[in-house]
């Protein structure tokens, strides 16, 4: 999953990552990636201020800790704190 975020509240933001790595780490997430996004090196850069990358192995997985009473629990604050595009991702062969 990519999440591209925009930032609108830093403290409550600090506690939604804290918050929901606890939960996704439930469901065998791992956070590959945190970063600004720099430069776009072909074609537009996404919007946001933050790249967020995290891996569940797989999308069965993902989508459990998407739709789980616990993380529906702390979305307001997401909401609340962030502006997001979260996108999940399949590897392909």
């Known amino acids: 999953m990519i999440s591209t975020v925009e930032i609108?509240?830093?403290k409550a933001f600090a506690d939604y990552m804290n918050r929901t790595q606890a939960i996704a780490s439930k469901?065998?997430?791992?956070l590959l990636f945190r970063g600004k996004a720099t430069a776009a090196l072909a074609g537009d850069q996404p919007g946001g201020t933050l790249i967020v990358a995290v891996r569940f192995p797989d999308m069965a997985a993902l989508l459990a800790w998407n739709r789980s009473p616990e993380y529906a629990e702390i979305v307001p604050l997401r909401e609340e704190a962030s502006r997001q595009v979260m996108t999940a991702y399949s590897e392909t062969a």
């Not at 469901?27 to 791992?30: D, N, Q, V």
Request: hydrophobic share 15%; glycine share 28%; aromatic share 14%.
């Open 27 to 30: 469901y065998g997430a791992e």
């Open 8 to 10: 609108t509240d830093g």
